[in-house]
């Protein structure tokens, strides 16, 4: 079945600087990726997706970008706040359209 | 709110005292989901269900069951809890295609004793 890694596990970064996290899947059948940010105490939030006719999408300090041929996709965040800490996850839908496959978490600590 | 709500958000049990936790979306959304969410694990797929009267078992379904007689309400239940099911759960919904946007709703702490 579909499977979804994520590095790093953690990150640290200063107020300012940017963000990438980096997830690969397996499955050449999947065809949307989105990013979910969750805080603690709340459930998984989407803040952004992309689809496999698309190889980069960005939405103002937030991108993500798609390599179909390496089966790999990035999530940027610039100019990085403290309000940006949190757990991030990458996931990938499978073959069957049934399920999302998350990769297994970022913790995005923003030190001001 | 367009939104998924769980209920409860915190329950201590014991073992073998059967629960049920509610989700409900008020999105009109075909496709609804449990996950579950372990420090080291991520979010893995209890069971899911695709329509109505539809559900079928994802990547962790021993232990659970649900059930969709509405389109709003997936309940999942613990028949006889164990404590290998304390973990963080989450319903989510999307309205049907696999590239839909999927909504999670705040989640349910489960510990079992």
């Known amino acids: 079945g579909e499977n979804v890694e994520q590095h790093p596990s953690t990150l640290s970064v200063q107020e300012g600087d940017s963000a990438v996290i980096k997830c690969t899947y397996s499955?050449?059948?999947?065809?949307?990726f989105p990013w979910y940010k969750q805080e603690l105490g709340k459930g998984p939030q989407l803040i952004i997706d992309?689809?496999?006719?698309?190889g980069e999408k960005k939405d103002q300090r937030i991108a993500v970008t798609l390599n179909k041929t390496a089966k790999h996709f990035s999530l940027h965040i610039t100019e990085t706040q403290p309000e940006d800490s949190a757990v991030y996850f990458c996931?990938?839908?499978?073959?069957?359209?049934?399920?999302?496959?998350f990769g297994k978490g970022t913790t995005l600590s923003v030190s001001s | 709110e367009a939104q998924v709500t769980q209920n409860p958000r915190y329950l201590i049990t014991v073992t073998g005292k059967k629960l049920t936790v509610t989700c409900s979306q008020n999105?009109?959304?075909?496709?609804m989901s449990w996950y579950r969410q372990d420090p080291g694990l991520g979010l893995r797929q209890i069971y899911y269900?695709?329509?109505?009267?539809?559900?079928d078992k994802g990547d962790v379904p021993e232990g659970y069951k649900v059930s969709r007689k509405e389109k709003r309400n997936f309940p999942l239940i613990l028949e006889s809890p164990s404590p290998n099911q304390t973990s963080l759960y989450f319903c989510?919904?999307?309205?049907?295609?696999?590239?839909?946007?999927?909504?999670f709703g705040p989640g349910t702490r489960l510990t079992v004793l």
């Open positions: 989510a919904s999307r309205p049907g295609y696999a590239t839909d946007t999927q909504y």
């Open positions: 499955d050449s059948a999947s065809n949307y």
């Open positions: 992309i689809r496999s006719n698309v």
């Open positions: 996931a990938a839908d499978n073959q069957a359209g049934t399920a999302l496959i």
């Open positions: 999105m009109n959304h075909e496709y």
């Open positions: 269900s695709m329509n109505v009267e539809v559900t």
